[in-house]
């Protein structure tokens, strides 16, 4: 039996913004199911929210995303959850770092530690946190 752990992100009305702007960096395909085409419509703050989205990469890299129902409480916390995404190459890791550095605050500048030859930490524009590192012995 195998699982796989996908990131589910939470939003109040960026989750569209959130998912194009992942699969512009990730590529893959995106999936988008919204409120209105849902037949919700009400439980939303507008139809066109996203009730379900995905974008999944052939490489792996899966993420899901939605805008939280209209008059539930939307609390996006601090340092609630990092997203770990560790490579096997330094150049595409790299590639992936500085797309998802557009708009983003630095929390750590990617660099070589200890235990990676590429460690870094930002805050997307989203407010997403990520750890972007290459796997020990990756090259």
């Not at 601090?78 to 150049?91: D, H, K, V, Y």
Request: proline letters at 4%; glycine letters at 10%.
């Amino acid at each position: 039996m195998t699982f796989t752990v996908t990131p589910h992100l939470n939003f109040n009305g960026q989750a569209r913004a959130a998912l194009d702007f992942y699969t512009s960096v990730f590529g893959g395909e995106q999936r988008l199911m919204t409120y209105g085409a849902a037949g919700q419509e009400k439980l939303a703050d507008s139809p066109e929210h996203i009730m379900w989205g995905q974008v999944a990469a052939e490489d792996g890299f899966r993420i899901m995303a939605f805008d939280v129902q209209a008059g539930r409480p939307y609390d996006a916390g601090t340092n609630a959850f990092f997203i770990s995404l560790r490579g096997t190459s330094i150049e595409e890791t790299r590639q992936r770092w500085a797309a998802l550095a557009d708009g983003a605050s630095i929390l750590l500048d990617a660099a070589p530690a200890p235990w990676s030859p590429f460690y870094g930490m930002l805050t997307d524009r989203f407010g997403v946190t990520w750890i972007v590192d290459v796997e020990a012995g990756a090259v």
